[in-house]
Structure formats: C-alpha cells, structure tokens
C-alpha cells in the first residue's frame, strides 16, 4: 500500500514508518515540520519525506491525500500547557486543519485513520460523585472504564482552557462519522492511551521548552539533577502502553483488508499498567538509581506544585483513563505485551544513551590560565 503519514515526524508518527517500511512491502511517505525523528529513515529506498505544515500547504496534501491508498493523519498539538496557554492554536490545528484533511478524504474516496485522543472521555464520572458518597465500597464497585461505544463525555467550564483539545478532538470525529454515515467515507479512528517509549516528546532544557509531557519533565530532572514537579501532589492516574505495543495494533488496523476496522473508534492502551503520577515518579527513581546513577550526581528533589501553577490557570486534569480494549482484542486479536516497569526500563534506556552520547560529542572545556 501507498500510506501517508501526515504528522508523521512525531514519536507516534516515527514508530508507525519504522514498523510500516520493516513489512518490506508499503510505501511510507510523511510530511511533518520537523523530521529529527525519521533521520534514520530518509535514506531507506520506501521511504519519502516532505518538510510540509498542512495548515499551509494545502496544496501538496491534496495532492498526497490523492496519491494514497491510506491516510493516516497525527498533526496535533498534544501538550496540556499548549492547551491551556495557547487554546486558539489548539481549535485551529487540531480541528480545522484537521477537519480539511477528512473532507478531502471524503471527497476523493480515500481511507483515513484518523489520531484522536483517549483524553475526550475526559474526567471520570467517579469523579464528579460527591466525596460523602463515594465510599470506599462504593469505590471498589465504581466501573469507570472507558469503551468506545457506550462511555459518555465530560468535560469543563470554558475557563479551564485544557478541555480545548478534548472537545476539539471529539467535534472532530463526531464530522468524521458524520462524513462516514452521509458521504461514505472509510475511516478508523485510534484514541492512544499514555504511550510511552524512545523518542518520546523531548527534554525540555535541550529546548528551553516546558511543554513536553511527564516521562520527559521527569527523565529530564533525572539526567540533570533538577526538580521532579507532582502537580497537586501526582494523584491522577494514567494507564501507560509501550509504542511498541501501539504500533502493533495501529498496523494491524492500517492493514486491515476485512473492513471490520472502518468506521470505528479504537482505544489503544494498557489497562493493566495504570499507576499514579507520583507511583510513576518513584519507579522512574528506582529504576535509575539502580541501573544509570553514578552515586555521585544529585537526584532530583521532589516536590508538589499546584496544576494551575504549573500549567496556567486553565488548567484542569482527568483523575483517571482506564481503556476498555475488547474491540481490538476481537476484531485485531491484538493484546499489549509490555508491564510498567519494563517500559520504563526501555524507555529511559534509550534517554540516558542518547544523551550520555550527546554529551560525550561535546567538546572538552578548556582550561583558561592566567599569563
Ligand atoms: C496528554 C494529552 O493531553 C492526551 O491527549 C494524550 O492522550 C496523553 O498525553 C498521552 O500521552 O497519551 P496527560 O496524560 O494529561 O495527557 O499528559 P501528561 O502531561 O503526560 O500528564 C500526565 C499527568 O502527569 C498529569 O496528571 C499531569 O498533571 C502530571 N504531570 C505532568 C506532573 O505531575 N508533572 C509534570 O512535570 C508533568
């Protein structure tokens, strides 16, 4: 198959053309703003690369859309602090750019597996259950996991800017299935849970940017022995998926020539790996301790910082994401492989290489003498 990646130079996006080309059988071309994460590929025979914005060229994503057999669509902006700080950019990119790139699918008659996000179920409806009432028994027999086809919504008041992307997303694919029932367009959509693996976002002092998500913030005050921030003290808890597991069910969904994968939703995720903020923090601790700390180097301090600080004051957070995963277990037989504490392990394994080898590249400080 002919595929398109648009967005495809992002963490998710670099897997999926590393296990596409590794079939030895499709053709992966990707645009993106950036392509530091494909550098290993550009020269593999199957694989085309264009540094290309689909919010301005236009133009070629017509043409590429016209030239697939699968569009696969992983523009986004995908970090709370943008949310919250930049809403405006979020609508435009992740819904308008986004919905133009669906229409053209629905006009030329293309397939399109469309990115969404598993944060448009939003905040659980446990959590709205005032705190006399829920009981620890009640608690115990809250089922709050998230299914595709049967979970409701929740979202904020419009002053927690956060819910932008969540509500962006979810107009976004309630046109796509408008799109699929009115004008017959083929499409599936993926709702990614908390991945996690190499290449993930990036440090944020290598930038001078602090909007990367949590496994970076938390690698980057390991590596440098800064502060690991637990916003309102980690209690919200996250079920984390290796990508390599992620990208073994969106294959299977790409390839899918049954077309029992067309107009549905998928979670991707790991529900036997959830953990809380601060449960992730200490097995990231222990992990490095053991395996990369020289002994010598401070690790970091850790400290509570209240969301509306660190984010900005629209922000607001989903207390718990549990994926119900039955449909891509049946129509995929597809099942997650990797625990917590191996992803972590892998993941950071491939952080500290990297910049233990940047670091090493780096020229020596000259010693200066006085004459
Ligand atoms: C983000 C996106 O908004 C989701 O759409 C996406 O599906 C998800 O990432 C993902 O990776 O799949 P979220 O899980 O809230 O959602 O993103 P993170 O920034 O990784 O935050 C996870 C938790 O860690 C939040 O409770 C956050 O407050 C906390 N956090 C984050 C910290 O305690 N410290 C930090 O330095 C960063």
């Known amino acids: 198959m002919r595929i398109v990646l648009l967005g495809g130079g992002g963490f998710i996006g670099s897997h999926l053309a590393e296990w596409l080309l590794a079939r030895g059988t499709h053709d992966v071309i990707a645009t993106d703003i950036n392509h530091d994460k494909l550098r ?19 133009q070629l994503t017509r043409q590429l859309v016209e030239s697939a057999d699968v569009v696969v669509n992983l523009v986004a902006v995908a970090t709370p602090k943008t949310y919250t700080l930049n809403p405006l950019h979020v609508f435009e990119l992740d819904f308008l750019d986004n919905l133009r790139v669906a229409q053209m699918c629905a006009e030329m008659n293309r397939r399109l597996v469309q990115f ?32 595709e086809d049967s979970t409701a919504m929740i979202t904020g008041p419009i002053n927690e800017t956060r819910w932008i992307y969540a509500t962006s997303k979810h107009l976004l694919e309630r046109v796509i299935h ?29 930038k001078d940017d602090t909007s990367p998500r949590m496994f970076a913030q938390f690698m ?45 939703a998928f979670n991707i995720g790991n529900p036997g790996n959830e953990a809380s903020v601060v449960e992730f923090a200490d097995m990231m601790i222990d992990i490095y301790k053991a395996q990369y700390w020289d002994g010598v180097q401070p690790l970091p301090e850790v400290v509570s ?67």
């Open 116 to 147: 969404s996000t598993c944060e448009i179920y939003g905040p659980t409806w446990l959590s709205l259950v005032p705190p006399e009432l829920a009981t620890p028994e009640f608690i115990a027999r809250a089922d709050i996991t998230q299914s």
């Open 40 to 58: 290993h590929l550009l020269d593999h025979g199957r694989f085309t690369y264009f540094d290309s914005d689909i919010h301005t060229d236009v």
């Open 220 to 264: 980057d005050a390991l590596l440098r022995g800064t502060r690991i921030s637990l916003v309102d003290g980690g209690a919200a808890q996250r079920c984390y998926t290796y990508i390599d597991d992620a990208v073994e069910c969106i294959g299977r969904i790409l390839e899918d020539r049954t077309g029992s994968t067309s107009r549905e």
């Open 305 to 371: 910082v209240p969301g509306k600080e660190f984010f900005g004051p629209g922000y607001a957070d989903c207390d718990r994401r549990i994926p119900d995963i039955t449909k891509a277990r049946e129509l995929l037989g597809w099942a997650p492989e990797w625990d917590l504490r191996s992803l972590i392990s892998s993941t950071m394994d491939s952080f500290v290489s990297e910049y233990r080898s940047r670091a090493a590249e780096r020229p020596a400080p000259v010693a200066l003498v006085a004459e």
């Open 178 to 206: 408008a799109l699929g029932m009115q004008q017959g367009l083929d499409y599936s959509i993926i709702r990614p849970f908390n991945f996690v693996g190499p290449r993930f976002d990036f440090l944020p002092s290598d």
